[in-house]
């Protein structure tokens, strides 16, 4: 007897999902709704007032690199320049450095109030600078602050605090007790450990937040609209609405300036996108 070929059965289609598609169609639109202000904004500072009072969607003819020839040889837009980045770089450093000590100490340090003192920290997310805009004016007056890097870098910090902590905690706390027990019969006590280990391993969270911290600060206005009434400590979005302000009928010039005002933190970030994308995925992961 011969025996029954084996029948082999039909291979089961996969169903067919629209969660794939739909997923790209949204972050398609999410991307072209974020992008287009940028590329409108840049690409109109190539044109002049007129062609863009004619057609304010169309494309510059001829391109014309007036605008930016202009605003790069006005000696006001260096020096924001220069204040904007002393400011942003006091930040990130004060950010940084407290954040990573705060969230070493929450995440490696056992103690009564642990959990308090994290949850208060992240209760810090929920909570607006707007509404602390007013006392946090107050306070600075009374410590005469008011016209000084100190008045927006310290707040900055203050402010940014909550989120560093809430990424750096789940990367400190991954690290395994065993390179700590090490690091101690190697001699290192808890600061070193924290130079010689924590801080190579946490590199990309450090990155992370060092990123967002310069970037928000970049392109804060509030704050230092606020306490800095002395033109010469003024930043990029303050020197965009002074321009603005100054030159109302050149749209061209004030879309120019508003280009080389967010192009350093634009660059910055899209640079370093991998390592925030990194960074965050750690924090998820711990």
Known sequence: MTANPVLSRPASRRPLSWGTPLTYALALAVAAVSIAPIVYVIVGGFRTTPQIVADPAGLPDPWVWDNYARVLT???FWRQAFNSAVIALGTTLGVVVLGLCAAFVIARYTFRGREALNTFFTLGLLFPAGAAILPLYLMLRDLNLINSYYAVILPQVAFSLPITIVILRPFLSAIPRELEDA??????DR???????VLPLSRPALVTVGILAFVASWNAFLLPLLVLGDVNLHTLPLGV???SSQYTTD???VLAFTSLAMLPALL???LAEKQIVGGL???VKG
């Not at 690091?183 to 290192?188: F, L």
């Not at 600061?191 to 280990?197: A, E, M, P, S, T």
């Open 268 to 270: 910055f970030f899209t």
């Open 241 to 243: 609405q002074n321009f």
């Open 74 to 76: 006005q000696s006001d």
């Open 183 to 188: 690091a101690a019969i190697d001699g290192a």
């Open 191 to 197: 600061l070193g450990f924290l130079w010689r280990i």
């Open 251 to 253: 749209t061209a010039g």
């Open 281 to 283: 995925q750690g924090a």
